[in-house]
């Protein structure tokens, strides 16, 4: 598998597969500003890292590596639905535990890397969700890293459909995280019966905080203390979730370390609660997340500090 996906897929020195974590196939993408992997399970993005930047996404180093899992960390894809609307359906969907196929791989001029997978239905599919659908995920590596959800309804009939790209990021400790970009919406607290609330101001972070913010089309910035921030522009959402799961809720997850909530915070670019999609037949809705490490003061780039 391995070899033909190489074969077929591979770029000389810039897009390699290789067998990660558990046995599972993953793509290496070496591109000019940045390195990243993504696992064919789940079209997991695991990493990305920006020469001179580090990390910006954080992994649970007890995360499962398993087909029936997903992987703890990175972007988890949620899809068709977000959530558990059944107790008897899969938490946040199917797509993060499904095997899918890669379709494409292309350089850029500017001069990022991209690989494309796709997920189709099928008779496991269709068990938990009797619809026809081809879901891609185009993943764009360069100074950003871009990741867009694109669903074809390839029904007769009109597909509601939610999704998150359910990214964790890494942060240097999250007493000094300040989350911007959310001020005067309204958001639900999933903690607190699904209150609706206002957002004054930027938000911190001093306990468990599970929210879905509504009309939020605007970019965030997680100001990661002195060193960095991370601005996150996205399309195709009006729905923004933040989430850390903080010290009881990290000691009850098995594949989460105790103290992973002190080097994380998920803001996830969503179609959630009521900023669910319908697609119709032959239509296409596509979700895009793009993410920039930058210094935390100063121009935006030292590149466009001088043009
Ligand atoms: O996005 C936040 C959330 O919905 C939380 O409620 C928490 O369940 C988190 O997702 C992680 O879910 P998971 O199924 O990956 O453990």
């Known amino acids: 598998m391995i070899d033909d996906l190489n074969l077929q897929f591979g ?3 810039k897009i390699a597969f290789t ?3 558990g046995d599972l196939p993953k793509a290496i993408l070496l591109a000019e500003d940045a390195t990243a992997e993504i696992y064919l399970h789940g079209a997991h993005v695991t990493s990305f890292h920006r020469h001179g930047w580090g990390e910006m996404l954080w992994m649970s180093d007890e995360s ?4 029936d899992r997903p992987i703890r960390g990175g972007v988890p894809i949620c899809w068709p639905w977000f959530g558990q609307p059944q107790p008897e359906l899969p938490q946040h969907g199917f797509a993060r535990t499904s095997q899918w196929e890669v ?3 292309k350089t850029h001029a500017d001069p990022s890397l991209e690989i494309a997978l796709r997920l189709t239905d099928s008779e496991a599919t269709r068990q938990l969700w009797p619809h026809p659908f081809e879901l891609t995920m185009r993943v764009i590596v360069g100074r950003d890293l871009t990741m867009q959800l694109s669903c074809l309804n390839t029904g007769e009939e009109p597909l509601d459909a939610e999704a998150a790209l359910h ?3 890494h942060v240097q400790d999250i007493d000094a995280v300040r989350v911007a970009g959310l001020d005067g919406r309204r958001y639900i607290d999933k903690l607190d019966a699904l209150q609706v609330k206002p957002q004054a101001g930027e938000l911190s972070i001093d306990r468990e905080v599970d929210r879905i913010y509504l009309e939020t089309p605007d970019a965030v910035t997680i100001h990661d203390g002195a060193e ?3 601005e996150i522009q996205k399309s195709g959402s009006l729905s923004t979730v ?5 010290i009881d809720k990290s000691a009850a997850m098995a594949d989460f370390p105790n103290d992973g909530y002190r080097t994380m915070v998920c803001v996830e670019t969503t179609n959630a609660a009521d900023d669910v999609r319908t697609i119709q037949p032959g239509e296409v809705h596509t979700i ?3 993410c920039r490490c930058e210094p935390a003061t100063g121009p935006a780039d030292p590149a466009e500090a001088i043009l």
Not at 64 to 67: E, I, P
Not at 242 to 246: D, L, R, T, Y
């Open 11 to 13: 770029i000389d020195k």
């Open 288 to 290: 895009t997340q793009s």
């Open 167 to 169: 990214t964790y990021f």
């Open 228 to 230: 960095r921030r991370i």
């Open 64 to 67: 499962n590596f398993r087909t």
């Open 242 to 246: 933040v989430w850390n799961p903080w």
């Open 19 to 21: 067998l990660g974590n």
């Open 103 to 105: 379709i494409e791989t």
